[in-house]
């Protein structure tokens, strides 16, 4: 089974940046892809990144594409998303998830409590 | 990219009933479709992966079902803990998708 516990959401001024963390514990970290996925209050899920076990490879949606950027750092078992050029559409509960495999099949087995990121206009 | 569509957005059912919800792509998914279920203030969690594969400590009473674009979750009788919202979510290419969400309340 694996734990996860994201950190570092909280208010920011629109055009502002962010950076979230997700610590994973209870597995080979490596050995899992993992993701973020966002909901905006009362709204429903958004996949908006994800990346191999490895860091080799990183996918992102539309909607946060060359704003965001999704990192690891399998020594620290630490997962990372750095947003920038924040806009009040990013206001939202942001979930890391941990996947079935190294690569990324997004079928998100496991999932943290999440972290608010409130962006003021 | 591809567009989920589930409905209904509410299912209104007493515990003890069945319940079918359903999710169609707006382009074939294969079977790369996932269902998970949020409760409120909770996170979410997988149910079934790739159509009909049910996830760890999920109950039998949980089925999937279909392929291609059209698909079905099915509970064969609604335990109390079951009200909740439930989504799709594709991953036959990227980006993935999930639907909009079915509500499944009380009547």
């Known amino acids: 089974e694996v734990q996860l516990l994201e950190s570092g959401g909280g208010l920011v001024q629109s055009g502002g940046s962010l950076r979230l963390s997700c610590a994973a514990s209870?597995?080979?970290?490596?050995?899992?892809?993992m993701s973020w996925v966002r909901q905006a209050p009362g709204k429903g899920l958004e996949w908006i990144s994800a990346i191999s076990g490895s860091g080799g490879s990183t996918y992102y949606a539309e909607s946060v594409k060359g704003r965001f950027t999704i990192s690891r750092d399998n020594s620290k078992n630490t997962l990372y998303l750095h947003m920038n050029s924040l806009g009040p559409e990013d206001t939202a509960v942001y979930y890391c998830a941990a996947d079935f495999f190294a690569e990324p099949a997004v079928i998100l087995e496991y999932w943290g409590q999440g972290t608010l990121v409130t962006v003021a206009s | 990219e591809i567009v989920l569509t589930q409905f209904p957005a509410t299912l209104s059912l007493s515990p003890g009933e069945r319940a079918t919800l359903s999710c169609r792509a707006s382009?074939?998914?294969?079977?790369?479709l996932a269902w998970y279920q949020q409760k409120p203030g909770q996170t979410p969690r997988l149910l079934i992966y790739d159509a009909l594969n049910r996830a760890t400590g999920i109950p039998a009473r949980f089925s999937g079902s279909g392929s291609g674009t059209d698909f079905t979750l099915t509970i064969s009788s609604l335990e109390p803990e079951d009200f909740a919202v439930y989504y799709c979510q594709h991953r036959s290419k990227w980006p993935q998708t999930f639907g909009q969400g079915t509500k499944v309340e009380i009547k």
């Open positions: 382009q074939s998914v294969y079977s790369y």
């Open positions: 209870g597995s080979t970290f490596s050995n899992r892809a």
